[in-house]
Structures are given as C-alpha cells and as structure tokens.
C-alpha cells in the first residue's frame, strides 16, 4: 500500500475513531465526581488495617500483591529477551577499547553525585510506604547511580563494578523472592501473599506488616533489571566501533 | 476548573503534537523528555505523587539512556 | 470544561496513532508507542480524581480528610516502569532487524519470503 493511501485511509479512519471517543466521553462522570466505592474504603480503611501512611504502597504491595508480582515478571521476561537479542558471545576476548571521558565537567559530576544518587534511591526505597516512593522508582534512581560511575570513568570500571553474572543472579533472586515470601505464607496455612508480620504504628519504618520485605525485593528486581538493559545495550563491540571510526 | 489544571492539560496536548512530529532523532529524545516532564506536572496537579515519582525517573534516567544508546548503535553499524 | 481530561487523553491517542503511521523511522515509531501508551495514565488518573481531594497519604494528616482514588494510582504506577523495558525490547527487535535488512524505515522493510 502506498504511503499517501495509507494516510488516506488513516485519515477516514481516525475520524471515525475521534467521533466514537468523544461520543463515549458524554457517558463518563464529570471530572471530579468519584463515584467508586472502592477508593473511598481504602482511603478509610488501609491506615488503619495495614500500618502504612501511603495507601498507594499498601494497594500495590498488599491489596493487589499479586497484580505487582505479574508486572515483576512482565519486567523480568522483557529484559530476559533484550538480553537474548543482544548478548554477544564472546565479549571478554575483544580487546581493550578507548574510550576515555573527555570532559572534566562531566567527571566531576559524576564522580560527585555518584554517592549522593546512592544515598537518595535507598532513601527513597526504604520510606516507600511512610511517604511517596517505593521500590520501583528507587530502583530506578539506584541504577543510575551505577550509570554515573561511566560517566565519572570510562567504561572499564563501570564493567567491572557491574559484572555479568552477579546481575543476573540479582535479578532472578528480586523475582524469586517476591513469590517465596507469597510461598512461606501458604506454608503456615495461610493465603499466598498473606500477611506474615506484625503491624506496628503507621509512619514508622518498621509497620506495615511484609510490605517492606516485598518493597525490597521489587527494589532489588528493579535496580538488576535496569542495570542489565543498560549492559546489553552498551556493549563493548559497539562502543569500540564507533571509537576506531573517529580520529582522537 | 481550576486555571492551572486547564492550562497544564493544554501545554500536554500541545507537547503530544510536538512529539509525533518531530522527525530528527536527537532532537526526538530532547522533546520526548519534555513532554515527560509536562507530564509529571500534571500527575502532581492531579494529586498522585507517587505516580508522578515513577514517571519522572523513567523519563528522564530510563528512556533517554535507552533510545540515546540505539541512536547510537544504529549509527555506528552503517 | 468538565470533561476535558477525557478530551485530553482521546486526543493524546489520536496523536500517538498519528505519529505511528507517518514515521519514518522505528525509533520515532517506538516514541509515538509510548506516547499513545501515556494517554492510558492520563484517562486513569483523571477518572479517579476527587474535586478538593488531597493525595492519598496520611502522613500527619488527619484520617478522614478527602483524597482522591489510591487503585488507579497504583496501576498506573507500575505500568510506567514496565513500559520502558517493554520499549527497549522493540527497539532491540528494531536493531537486529536492521541487521538483516540493512534499513531502519518501516516502508521499506519487505516481509520474509521462502
């Protein structure tokens, strides 16, 4: 199909699309009136039943654990065939490539903000359910963190500091975890996922029953799995090519 | 409606143009991450920190990283 | 007015569509992608919003006071980091494809015979 045909038709077809969309919008609520009752009982009810201060953290680890441990491995299966596509065999034979930062700029950047980025994804990790965070997002800013050692070096320690099968072994123990702490609460007789702490007080560190025991292992998943994306896609031999294309 | 949830979800709509119709790449990543950031101040205007968190983090770590480093591999392999 | 949310996120839809059947190129496609996926977060969070609701911690706030909806909160939330692993398989789908067929523009990748 030629290009302008397929605008044509795309065009027809996204009127069509445009007018049955804004026709379902009519049957909506109006912004504003919540008319759910499922939110309004969590709101008054999850502070108190589960010990956390953010209900958004208790929603994702305890009220719906299992719908976390589904997009865990969603997670997982995504990074597993990134590394299928892209891992190179025989990586350690290429020889050493230059690629020294040229900037001192960006090293004093990185190699000042490397801790502190440390520093504030295990904060934000550990307060997940006492204030907003959590461990998704804290994994996230912990991989960067490892990212700026690149930025502060070149390549070679970021590999080093980073290898392979210490990654991955991180990454299947995150997953693996999150469903053993679900298996341990069916080996006590209760539901998988069930409960198997004691509450505490609500603001503190130590409440919320297994809610941090699973917030650290997404934080775990999140931060290997990250960290292995960013090894797969910047591997060796495409750094060095395009470094020996380039005259110093 | 209050003025400011009005004119963040017209800055967001107008950032959604921006991205579908840029077409060098570079210059793809930098308006992706704006439009990102647009975002963010729209989670937060709607009262989801959390969310507002995660997508921040993403879109300014994550996502530039991932489609900076296969600009860079599709280059360097031609 | 009160319903421009809505507006919003089927316009943002649109537009992602859009973006998809011009592109020229796969990374701009895995853009446009993902900025279709976000007008999902934008219907979600916008159908759970309370009006005067505050967001749903109470740290140090008195229970009881008005908050807005914590379940879309939280779908949204771990849709958002999935979405870019998701978006970095495609693109390493895209690269080798460009192996094979030594183009990166989707008109002119042929399907495989034989």
Not at chain 1, 76 to 101: I, Q, S, Y
Not at chain 1, 156 to 170: E, M, N
Not at chain 1, 176 to 189: E, F, K, P, Q
Not at chain 1, 206 to 217: D, F, K, R, T, V
């Amino acid at each position: 199909m030629s290009r302008r045909a397929r605008l044509t038709l795309f065009g027809l077809a996204a009127a069509g699309l445009a007018a049955l969309l804004l026709w379902s919008i009519t049957g909506l609520p109006k912004f504003g009136d919540y008319h759910g009752a499922y939110g309004k009982i969590l709101n008054k009810a999850a502070p108190k039943e589960r010990q956390t201060s953010n209900v958004v953290a208790a929603v994702v680890f305890d009220y719906r654990g299992f719908d976390t441990m589904g997009e865990e491995f969603i997670l997982f299966g995504a990074v597993m065939g990134v590394a299928m596509l892209l891992r190179e065999p025989r990586e350690d034979e290429a020889p050493v490539p230059e690629d020294p930062v040229r900037s001192d700029a960006l090293r004093a950047f990185g190699i000042s903000f490397a801790g502190a980025t440390l520093v504030l994804g295990l904060w934000i990790v550990a307060h997940g359910y006492v204030t907003p965070g959590g461990g998704f997002q804290g994994g996230v800013i912990l991989a960067a963190a490892f990212l700026l050692v690149s930025l502060a070096g070149s390549y070679r320690p970021y590999r080093r500091l980073t290898p392979v099968p210490i990654v991955d072994f991180a990454e299947g123990t995150g997953a693996g975890a999150y469903v053993v702490i679900g298996l341990c609460a069916l080996l006590i007789g209760d539901a998988f996922l069930h409960n198997l702490l004691p509450y505490g007080v609500a603001g503190k560190l130590s409440s919320g029953g297994s809610i941090p025991l699973l917030n650290w292992a997404s934080a775990l998943e999140v931060t290997a799995a990250f960290v292995l994306l960013f090894n797969e896609f910047l591997s060796e031999r495409a750094i060095m090519i395009d470094s020996t294309r380039r005259p110093p | 409606m209050a003025p400011l949830q009005a004119t963040i979800m017209t800055l967001v709509a107008l950032g959604a143009v921006a991205v579908a119709l840029t077409t060098d790449l570079v210059r793809l990543v930098i308006v992706s991450s704006a439009y990102t950031l647009l975002l963010v101040v729209l989670f937060v205007v709607l009262q989801a920190p959390d969310v507002a968190l995660s997508m921040l983090v993403v879109g300014t770590i994550g996502y530039p990283l991932v489609l900076f480093v296969a600009i860079r591999r599709d280059r360097a392999d031609e | 007015m009160s319903y421009l949310p809505f507006v919003l996120a089927a316009w943002i839809f649109v537009v992602g569509i859009f973006g998809i059947v011009r592109s020229r190129h796969y990374i701009h496609l895995v853009v446009c992608l993902s900025l279709t996926q976000s007008s999902t977060y934008v219907l979600l969070l916008s159908i759970g919003y309370v009006k005067h609701g505050g967001a749903p911690i109470f740290k140090d706030v008195p229970q009881g006071t008005r908050a807005v909806d914590p379940v879309v909160q939280a779908l949204t939330l771990t849709d958002i980091v999935v979405s870019v692993t998701v978006a970095a398989l495609v693109l390493a789908l895209a690269i080798q494809a460009k192996k094979h067929a030594k183009t990166m523009n989707p008109d002119e990748l042929r399907p495989v015979r034989g």
